[in-house]
Each structure stands twice: as C-alpha cells, then as structure tokens.
C-alpha cells in the first residue's frame, strides 16, 4: 500500500521522532510510505479557536497534496488532526468552499486514519514486531475517544509488544487538561485536570505513559517532569517503532 504520511505541527516542531517511528513502522511492514513536501498546517487550531473561514487554503492545500489518486491511504500520529481532517474539513468546506473544494475533502476524509485505525483496521495487524521490555501505562486521548472512537485498537497494539508490561491507568478515560488554547484560556481548570490525570499515571509506578497525541503527551509529560516522577512520555508510534534489533533507548529519553 502507497500510504501518504502527515506530519502536524507537533510533529514537524517539537515531536518529530514520532513522525519518523511512524514511517519506520510502516516501511517495516512493507509499505512504500510518501511525504508530501507542500504539506502544512490542517487547520484545527483555527477551527477549535472559531475562525471558521480563515483555514479555507489550509483544508484546500491539504485535500490537493493528499488527494493524489496514488496514495491510498493517509496516516497521522495524531487523533486529533485525523479527527479535523475527518470532521471539521467538511464543515469548513460546506460553509465556505467551493464545488472542488468539497470534492477534494470528500476524497481525502475517506481514507484519512490515525495510526492504530490504520494498523488495526486497514492493514489488519496488532502484532508489528515492536519490543519494549518497560512498564507502560496508556492514556486514551479525548479525540480518539470521542470523535475518531477508536476503542481498544490503541491496547491491542500494545498487548502484542513483545516483553511490555502494560499495566491499565485508572480513570483512563478524563481528559488530561490540555484542549489546545483551553489550557491557556482555562489555566486553572486545565491544572486541576492535569493534577488528576498525573497522580493516576504515578500510582501505576509505569516507566512511560504513553498516547497517541504528541499534545496531550506534552501535556502529561511537562507535569510529570515538574513533579519528578519519574515516569516518561512517549508516543504511542514510538513503542510500536521499537525492535530487538533496533530497540527504542528509553535511558536516552528526555525527562
């Protein structure tokens, strides 16, 4: 399969070994994996804010560099720019595109995934060959719970781990605090959450925390860092990216 690959801006700024795990994870599978090179921003952060018709050349720009009729299927490291593409791309394109501007996001939105809807739910695998002989606890992302619905395609993945301890968080499913510009407008609220989500994670004793948002990962991990737990972030394609041959150096890992 010829699988389109986005980076976001999380991604291409801050996080991008998650990116690059998950090209490495799909090549590792026998797929031809391309990036566009005009690809930018998709447009969420616009849309979330309320500025609807503003990320009309972003939602255009991305329906043309993935709408390519050779590309199969496009892939993110992020529930919640799937959840744009999937969702708000639409709306933007309803309200204020044109005919092909509709056009283009229909064809894009129909084979756009997050990473574990793909490797689960299009490719048919849980068992990737990943090896990661740590404590893991997973985080549930709000968009991937609530908009995309992912499920359990995100633990199936890590069940099939070879010498993982995957131990379950409690309350799994509260969001951590992060929402974008929510915990900046809601501070308050946003640490009280974040409080919650880290005394969780800490009572599993896991050596990482893992998701598969780089946001709310930064989220999670800058409060756990503050608080010296101990315990790491890493993303969700990270774990799935790591081998007994090549296997991910958690020693090396930023605290």
């Known amino acids: 399969m010829r699988i389109g690959l986005f980076a976001t801006c999380l991604g291409d700024t801050l996080f991008p070994e998650a990116v690059k795990s998950t090209a490495v994870l799909l090549a590792r599978l026998g797929h031809d994996v ?103 606890t997973y985080h549930p992302t709000c968009h991937s719970l609530r908009m995309l619905r992912v499920g359990d395609k995100p633990l199936r993945l890590l069940r099939a781990v070879e010498e993982i301890d995957l131990v379950e968080l409690p309350e799994a499913d509260a969001c951590c605090g992060f929402g974008g510009t929510f915990a900046l407008k809601n501070s308050e609220t946003s640490t009280a959450m974040l409080q919650d989500k880290m005394h969780h994670i ?27 737990s101990g315990t790491r972030t890493l993303h969700l394609a990270q774990i799935l990216g790591s081998t007994r041959t090549a296997p991910y150096a958690l020693t090396e890992a930023a605290l």
């Open 34 to 136: 391309v990036f566009p090179p005009g690809q930018t921003c998709c447009g969420q952060m616009h849309v979330n804010t309320g500025y609807q018709r503003e990320p009309v050349p972003l939602v255009r720009n991305f329906a043309e560099q993935f709408g390519d009729t050779s590309i199969d299927a496009v892939v993110m490291p992020s529930a919640s720019c799937a959840g744009s593409v999937r969702h708000q791309h639409e709306i933007v394109a309803e309200r204020y595109g044109d005919a092909a501007l509709r056009a283009g996001v229909a064809t894009v939105k129909a084979k756009t995934y997050e990473l574990s809807e793909l490797l689960v739910d299009v490719l048919g695998v849980t068992r990737v060959g990943a090896y990661f002989p740590h404590r893991v």
């Open 202 to 228: 800490s009572g599993t004793k896991a050596d990482v925390c893992t998701a598969g948002d780089s946001s709310c990962l930064m989220q999670i991990g800058g409060g756990l860092t503050r608080i010296r």
